[in-house]
């Protein structure tokens, strides 16, 4: 548990945090400016908050009250920065053992990083910079890791390359991950916990099924980010058709693509603005995904739109239509309806495992 | 060629290679220890202590030299307790063309290293600690090692600087043959006599190889390193 609670005085604006990280991915999202880095800066000490405290499980690092604040060496934080900051005159090597050596051999061979221990980090491609990056933090035998936008200098295709290895991470070490990033695909693949940054506040925090499923957080999150992200079980394949069906609580999906194995967990960011709602079950049309639904709450915005809150099962899905249809069809809290999904809109960078 | 250098000649192209070297390695230290607090740090003064480093570059090195004799002469405020306590004296003493030459070439070499920290990227330095680094291993293992060319061209810099330093090293020390008496102030004393163009010459062409030598070092160094570090 990251218990974080800061004040600090950036220029023209307060930054102002609090919220606690569970273990997992905690996802820190917001836009340009909104004070992400800042505050994984503070953790890792080297930004000294005006006031407050963090701490991390029963270790306290910074408290402006008991005059706390641990120097950055002495707080075995993990930090992968966006710009990967490799040591320029050292090897691949002596970069990954510079905190230590922990776990070398399993690091070295999850990250894949074998061929490259003799090169220079002037050698290295982007993707391999990142990987070398995260290999190191990691030999340090950190009790936290910070990652501060570790993807966005990378192409799409080095992003495919690196967000396995972050996913098996996050499943396979203990270590809980503070995650910055204003992707929300990403962030959708990746977290269990969900912090919105508004200029240098917390607009909202929680885990991320709840907090993104929440019609409350379209504004928050911008519109083309807010979908649910929903946990499902691959259930079957439809070979032939070169499509996965997938089942949660709240029923039977059916994506493109072959996904995982039987039976093996996938996450899938279902985006708001892509689902449609029916009064009736619709027949006739060409979506396979039709989803018997229970209204929980609408929320109408400044703009056309209107977040529709809904329960699928056990499961939260969000929807956002316009406000004009919304009133036609007379939507209203506690109506059952159906939610139609088109099977293409979820798109590969929406599906994790 | 080499024949017409006598032997005072060879003293003086000798001395003139000590009084450099200790020179260059005595205020090296000093150096990279003031450039880095000019390129990192700020504090009350900093520009002070900039414009105090930077005297000697701009002063008459006859008014440098005339206050090193004020202030490190025997009577002097700063000369007399240092002879008094340990004995140690600069004035007309090789120790004094040291203590010149240290002094006229400490800009030269502030500016070049000073170049080389402001090049270093603050960001590895704060990644080195987030991996457990305390500020000396910071300094020892990234800081300076990427420092190290700004660190050598400094060197060279100041080396060849003090091989050459004429104005206040004659005010200050005179040139006492054997004592010192360096490879400009030896040409100097030979111009006044007629005859001796031989004599000059030899000096000329050793001061121009030195010189020559000084700056293949460090170009052939300077590639080395970035050889290494793969730029």
């Given at each position: 548990?990251?218990?974080?609670?800061?004040?600090?005085?950036?220029?023209?604006?307060?930054?102002?945090?609090?919220?606690?990280?569970?273990?997992?991915?905690?996802?820190?999202?917001?836009?340009?400016?909104?004070?992400?880095?800042?505050?994984?800066?503070?953790?890792?000490?080297?930004?000294?908050?005006?006031?407050?405290?963090?701490?991390?499980?029963?270790d306290v690092l910074f408290d402006s009250a008991d005059r706390v604040n641990l120097p950055p060496h002495k707080r075995r934080i993990g930090y992968v920065f966006q710009d990967a900051r490799l040591f320029p005159h050292m090897t691949v090597l002596r970069n990954l053992r510079y905190g230590g050596q922990h776990d070398e051999a399993q690091?070295?061979?999850?990250?894949?990083?074998?061929?490259?221990?003799?090169?220079?980090?002037?050698?290295?491609?982007?993707?391999?910079?990142?990987?070398?990056?995260?290999?190191?933090?990691?030999?340090?035998?950190?009790?936290?890791?910070?990652?501060?936008?570790?993807?966005?200098?990378?192409?799409?295709?080095?992003?495919?390359?690196?967000?396995?290895?972050?996913?098996?991470?996050?499943?396979?070490?203990?270590?809980?991950?503070?995650?910055?990033?204003?992707?929300?695909?990403?962030?959708?693949?990746?977290?269990?916990?969900?912090?919105v940054l508004n200029s240098g506040q917390v607009a909202v925090s929680g885990p991320i099924g709840q907090v993104l499923s929440h019609p409350d957080a379209v504004p928050l999150v911008g519109v083309r980010a807010a979908g649910a992200v929903i946990t499902t079980r691959v259930s079957g394949r439809l070979l032939d058709d070169g499509l996965t069906e997938l089942t949660f609580s709240g029923g039977r999906l059916v994506l493109p693509g072959i996904l995982g194995v039987i039976g093996q967990t996938v996450r899938v960011r279902i985006p708001a603005q892509d689902v449609i709602l029916a009064k009736t079950?619709?027949?006739?049309?060409?979506?396979?995904?039709?989803?018997?639904?229970?209204?929980?709450?609408?929320?109408?915005?400044?703009?056309?739109?209107?977040?529709?809150?809904?329960?699928?099962?056990?499961?939260?899905?969000?929807?956002?239509?316009?406000?004009?249809?919304?009133?036609?069809?007379?939507?209203?809290?506690?109506?059952?309806?159906?939610?139609?999904?088109?099977?293409?809109?979820?798109?590969?960078?929406?599906?994790?495992? | 060629m080499m024949d017409s250098l006598g032997p005072q000649e060879w003293t003086a192209i000798m001395l003139s290679l000590r009084v450099a070297l200790i020179a260059t390695l005595a205020a090296l230290p000093v150096a990279i220890w003031v450039a880095y607090i000019l390129a990192r740090k700020s504090f009350p003064g900093r520009q002070v202590l900039n414009g105090i480093v930077h005297l000697p570059l701009v002063l008459p090195p006859v008014v440098t030299g005339y206050l090193l004799l004020v202030l490190f002469g025997q009577q002097g405020p700063i000369g007399a307790p240092l002879y008094n306590l340990f004995g140690v004296s600069f004035a007309f003493r090789w120790t004094g063309a040291a203590l010149a030459?240290?002094?006229?070439?400490?800009?030269?070499?502030?500016?070049?290293?000073?170049?080389?920290?402001?090049?270093?990227?603050?960001?590895?330095?704060?990644?080195?600690?987030?991996?457990?680094?305390?500020?000396?291993?910071?300094?020892?293992?990234?800081?300076?090692?990427?420092?190290?060319?700004?660190?050598?061209?400094?060197?060279?810099?100041?080396?060849?600087?003090?091989?050459?330093?004429?104005?206040?090293?004659?005010?200050?020390?005179?040139?006492?043959?054997?004592?010192?008496?360096?490879?400009?102030?030896?040409?100097?004393?030979l111009l006044q006599v007629p005859g001796e163009e031989p004599a000059v010459l030899g000096l000329v062409i050793v001061s121009v190889v030195l010189a020559m030598g000084a700056l293949l070092v460090s170009e052939w160094l300077a590639r080395r390193m970035a050889r290494k570090v793969g730029r």
């Open positions: 548990m990251i218990t974080v609670d800061i004040q600090q005085k950036l220029g023209a604006f307060q930054l102002k945090a609090q919220f606690e990280a569970p273990s997992g991915v905690t996802a820190i999202f917001g836009p340009s400016g909104s004070g992400k880095t800042s505050i994984v800066n503070a953790v890792a000490g080297l930004l000294r908050p005006d006031n407050g405290r963090i701490a991390v499980g029963g690091v070295i061979a999850v990250l894949g990083l074998s061929d490259l221990l003799q090169r220079m980090p002037a050698g290295l491609s982007g993707g391999e910079r990142q990987r070398v990056a995260l290999g190191r933090a990691l030999m340090c035998n950190p009790r936290l890791l910070l990652m501060d936008e570790p993807l966005a200098a990378l192409d799409a295709a080095r992003k495919a390359e690196i967000l396995p290895y972050i996913e098996r991470l996050r499943d396979s070490v203990e270590i809980p991950i503070l995650y910055v990033s204003h992707d929300m695909s990403e962030v959708a693949r990746l977290a269990t916990t969900l912090v079950a619709p027949v006739g049309i060409s979506a396979l995904n039709v989803l018997p639904v229970e209204i929980t709450q609408i929320n109408e915005g400044r703009g056309p739109g209107v977040a529709v809150g809904l329960k699928a099962g056990e499961a939260h899905l969000l929807a956002r239509v316009t406000r004009r249809s919304a009133q036609r069809m007379q939507l209203a809290a506690g109506q059952k309806i159906f939610a139609i999904i088109k099977a293409t809109a979820v798109g590969p960078e929406d599906i994790g495992s | 030459a240290a002094i006229m070439a400490f800009p030269l070499m502030v500016r070049a290293i000073r170049l080389g920290f402001e090049a270093v990227d603050a960001g590895l330095e704060d990644a080195a600690a987030t991996l457990g680094a305390s500020r000396w291993r910071v300094m020892g293992t990234v800081t300076l090692p990427l420092v190290l060319p700004g660190i050598l061209a400094g060197a060279i810099l100041g080396f060849a600087k003090a091989l050459g330093e004429f104005g206040a090293t004659i005010t200050f020390v005179a040139a006492i043959p054997g004592q010192t008496q360096t490879i400009p102030t030896a040409i100097y004393g």
